[in-house]
């Protein structure tokens, strides 16, 4: 039995990971961390285990590497789709994801790193990127920006109360916006919503800007009425 612990900060993101990794009768999810500190304790609590964790967390990658072999314990490392996985092959982790990664590739990815092996993203046609960009740019395009702000929104982990209140709305409008979304991309709920967009770049990247747009006008509302 492989055991897991899994640590990202995106709450949908570990919904979905966990969701795929727990259909492998070989692997077990002992843990799930939401920063540093708790992966760093889970890590000392469950030695010998594969931790795959997201690069985002920015970890002291030197005490990290350090902290996997006083516990016996190997490395997954989860990169942005934009980096390169040279990079964290070189620190020496033993395999590395995207966000953008398959179930079965990552179920692949987990069981060898287990076997002492080292696992990369398979390389990817162009023809096959640029077919994945057109899904993504074609959802994009027929979403409107209240549809986006709701995607962008869900991709962090909010439920439909949060995400009125930061519209500025009501949750039976939410709901409404929900089913036309479901209807444009094809999935069925909100975890499947989120990892699709997460699994389509060009998607991923319009959700990820409309995302920072609204923190920054969620930031600068207090200076406007002050």
């Known amino acids: 039995m492989n055991k897991i612990i899994l640590a990202d900060s995106q709450a949908i993101f570990r919904a979905g990971t966990a969701k795929v990794l727990a259909m492998d009768e070989d692997i077990r999810i002992i843990a799930q961390c939401t920063d540093l500190d708790r992966m760093y304790h889970a890590i000392t609590t469950f030695p010998g285990s594969i931790v795959l964790f997201a690069a985002s967390l920015h970890p002291d990658f030197a005490r990290l590497q350090l902290l996997f072999e006083t516990t016996g314990s190997r ?63 074609r959802v994009r395009d027929r979403l409107t920006p209240k549809e986006m702000r709701i995607v962008a929104l869900i991709v962090q982990g909010c439920k439909n109360r949060e995400i009125a209140l930061r519209l500025k709305t009501t949750e039976q409008v939410v709901k409404n916006y929900l089913r036309s979304i479901y209807d444009k991309t094809g999935v069925g709920d909100r975890l499947e919503l989120a990892l699709f967009t997460i699994h389509h770049r060009v998607l991923a990247q319009a959700a990820a800007e409309v995302g ?8 600068a509302a207090p200076s406007a009425v002050a």
């Not at 395999?95 to 987990?110: E, K, M, N, Q, Y």
């Not at 920072?212 to 930031?219: F, G, N, P, V, Y």
């Open 75 to 137: 490395g997954i490392v989860i990169a942005e789709n934009s980096e390169t996985p040279d990079t964290y092959l070189q620190m020496g982790f033993r395999g590395v994801v995207f966000r953008s990664v398959t179930g079965p590739a990552l179920g692949d990815c987990v069981r060898r790193v287990a076997a002492g092996e080292t696992w990369l993203p398979p390389q990817i046609k162009l023809t096959e990127a640029h077919e994945e960009d057109m899904v993504g740019m």
């Open 212 to 219: 920072s747009k609204l923190e920054a006008e969620e930031q």
